[in-house]
């Protein structure tokens, strides 16, 4: 697991003796020393205390209690100068605690399981037509999906502590609602309520959010950009979704629902996207309309077609170019001038370093990223933003679902109180 060093914002008075002035102190202290530890390899108490300012006693009597709920671990000792006790370093542990990120998208759910460590306990994707069926079967496979999750991460005895679901679309995340995703065609839909529900005896704190966000978070916490504060994520999937670092934080916007930049107006005379609109910036660099001009059989439409996984559709046309299709390469070369016209818009407005692309995008980054970045270059403003790069995110068509399991992890980690081991209990069903 990629490890980022960050500075920590200090909320407990440095220095402070006693470890017990109040239980949210407590819990804000514990969680201080488990993102310390996140962020790096090893440290050892002294390292600790010296870091974040806590007192030495401090420390000690907070490592205890962690000790205690295996939520860290020692890894050996290590001895510094000639004299003076050894050291013992400390490592997150938490191996019996699990977090589950699925994404649902046009056609394929895609699994990420871990434990609190950043283990990888389960990974998979599977083809599934979610427009077809609608949202009620869409539930279904779904929740079958997860349950199939929890139990390979049973055998290896850690349980999800919670799950994060990751959808192509707007999402009231406080409510756990998905308030529009065109290209699913669902409206208002409780997703978070109807899936803890159709969980059944596995009962969770079930979330959902917007998929280029959650994989916007895989790649700040640990993709190609890792810790680049100032960061714009891009989806290469039927439609087009944007995950935006600011000075490292995501940003989310006044209703929750900024990074749809799918739907920027590039071209008024254009196609009509799936949110009803014309010439939105998907409908230009969207896979669906790439597989249009190149593959017309396998276009995305309502039919009664075998699902194709996209990255399979990606690896084709990706043989394509490779054998020199010429239709192929003026289709991509055309789709990476588009690519480079949204991202100046991008960089015009969030001064990102970063643009890092996934999904199909990031397949095809050979032939596509070059076009890119010269149309982007030529267009931004700002002398600076010349500096502004796209990448080739290496995550995979997984980043959302990797994102997703990667926020309920640090929801853990911010309330270490609140993990119980659940395995006793689910291994008993």
């Known amino acids: 697991m990629t490890r980022v060093t960050r500075k920590h914002n200090l909320t407990h008075a440095a220095g402070t003796a006693s470890p017990t002035s109040s239980p949210m ?19 050892s108490r002294a ?74 306990l389960v990974e998979r994707r599977v083809g599934f037509d979610a427009i ?35 959808v192509p679309g707007l ?7 998905v308030t529009f995703a065109p290209n699913l065609g669902w409206h208002d839909l409780p997703l978070a309520a109807r899936l803890s529900a159709a969980l059944g005896p596995w009962s969770v704190p079930v979330s959902v959010d917007n998929d280029a966000n959650l994989a916007a978070v895989a790649e700040h916490t640990s993709g190609v950009a890792a ?37 920027l107006p590039v071209d008024p005379e254009g196609a009509r996207c799936g949110c009803g609109r014309y010439g939105c910036w998907e409908t230009k660099v969207g896979l669906a309309a790439l597989v249009r001009t190149v593959m017309p059989g396998h276009a995305y ?34 789709v990476g001038r588009w690519l480079g016209l949204g991202g100046s818009i991008l960089a015009n407005l969030f001064n990102p370093r970063a643009i890092v692309v996934g999904g199909y995008f990031a397949t095809l980054a050979e032939w596509l990223l070059p076009h890119a970045q010269a149309e982007l270059e030529r267009l931004v403003v700002a002398r600076s933003a010349n500096q502004c790069r796209f990448i080739a ?16 992890v640090n929801r853990l980690i911010d309330h270490p109180t609140m993990i119980i081991n659940p395995l006793p209990r689910l291994l008993a069903n």
Request: glycine fraction near 14%.
């Open 25 to 43: 102190v407590r819990q804000t202290n514990l969680s201080l020393v488990l993102r310390h530890l996140r962020d790096h390899v090893s440290q």
């Open 47 to 120: 390292d600790i205390a010296e870091v974040t300012g806590l007192h030495r006693a401090t420390v000690s009597n907070l490592v205890s209690e962690l000790l205690d709920r295996r939520l860290v671990r020692e890894i050996g000792t290590e001895h510094v100068g000639a004299i003076g006790r050894p050291r013992r370093p400390l490592a997150l542990h938490g191996a019996h605690v699990g977090a589950l990120g699925l994404e649902i998208n046009v056609d394929y759910i895609s699994v990420h399981g871990s434990d609190l460590g950043g283990r990888v």
């Open 132 to 166: 077809a069926g609608g949202p009620d079967r869409a539930l279904r496979v779904l929740s079958r999906v997860a349950l199939e999750a929890v139990e390979a991460m049973k055998r290896a005895e850690a349980v999800p502590a919670g799950l994060g679901v990751a």
């Open 171 to 177: 999402v009231d995340v406080a409510r756990g609602v």
């Open 227 to 263: 810790g680049t504060p100032h960061l714009v994520y891009l989806t290469g999937e039927v439609g087009v979704g944007g995950g935006i670092f600011v000075d490292g934080k995501l940003l989310r916007g006044a209703d929750g629902f900024a990074g749809e930049v799918g739907h």
């Open 301 to 334: 439409q309502p039919a009664d077609l075998p699902v194709s996984d996209p990255e399979e559709r990606a690896t084709e046309i990706a043989r394509g170019l490779a054998a020199g299709d010429r239709r192929m390469m003026d289709a991509v070369a055309q």
């Open 393 to 408: 995110s290496d995550l995979g068509f997984g980043a959302a679902s990797r994102g997703a399991a990667s926020m309920v």
